[in-house]
């Protein structure tokens, strides 16, 4: 993934705090079982004077081996003592160590395989976070759940146009997004969403990334307009640090929301083309709302693109009457 400089360093800075935070708190732990077990402390000293001791016995040379045997059994019995000690005391011998969040390199981000340095995916996962974290600003992420999904403002009746209520039908896509997030994966599907304004498209694809990122994925949620915005300034600028254009292909799933309220030239039709284009030939997921009439997606984008869409995606269609009318 390209990433920029300033987002790697920003990854690291935030495994260096973990790192140090969980080596602050284990030195302390120490700090306080020492005071409370003095004995403890001469167990350290002795466990490090056998340490001391077999390093000896390598320079000094004679029946190496034999010594280094010897150390190893005494090294055993105190570590056998020791933890017998902690443990009447109610503790472990892991409460004197660093609890890394990281168990594979310790926090570092990198660690060391086959004689080869190799960035840990906790790194990896850092800088995805923080990336989508710099996208999503100012964007209302954390507002929406399943939970809050109120199924009452959406009428039982049937009308002639749908062979369910708008009840039945929500119910059924409220269930489907509640899976689709439980079950998400970098294989799972696309989802196209569509119906009038009000209906709670946006609030289900929020409900679904506040999930999906829970489970610890990078996702990118943003309105067209914004999406065909933030391309825009990256393509006009000089600056190509900038990386905002590998995000949204490269995240694990794109929440495009309102997806014909951009302002359409030239340059917004080719950017989200080449966008879709090249998410859905990787197969990543991505989510697309909008509240446009298919003929006025068609007439934006051409009939064959957003058929490919559709195509290539689970189509939820939202009925009912718009929730902030029913609920005044
Ligand atoms: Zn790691």
Known sequence: MGYDKSIKRRAEQILTERRLSAENAAEKRRKAIFSEIPEAERFERKLSETGIGAARALIKGGDVESALIELKEKNLSLQKEYEELLRIHGYYPSDLESDYFCKICGDKGYYEQDNKTVMCDCLRKAMAEVACEELNKNTPLKLSTFEDFDLKYYSMDIDDKYPCSPYDQMSNILKFCKRYADDFSLESGNIFMCGKTGLGKTHLSLAIANEVIKKGYGVIYAPAPKIVATLEKEHFSNDRSSTDESMF????????????????TQFSKSAIYNLFNERLLSGKPII?????????????????FISRIRGEATKLEFIGTDVRIVKR
């Open 249 to 264: 292909i490269d995240c694990d799933l794109l929440i495009v929301d309102d997806l014909g309220t951009e302002f359409s």
């Open 288 to 304: 697309i709302n909008t509240n446009c009439k298919l003929t006025e997606l068609e007439e934006l984008y051409s009939q064959r």
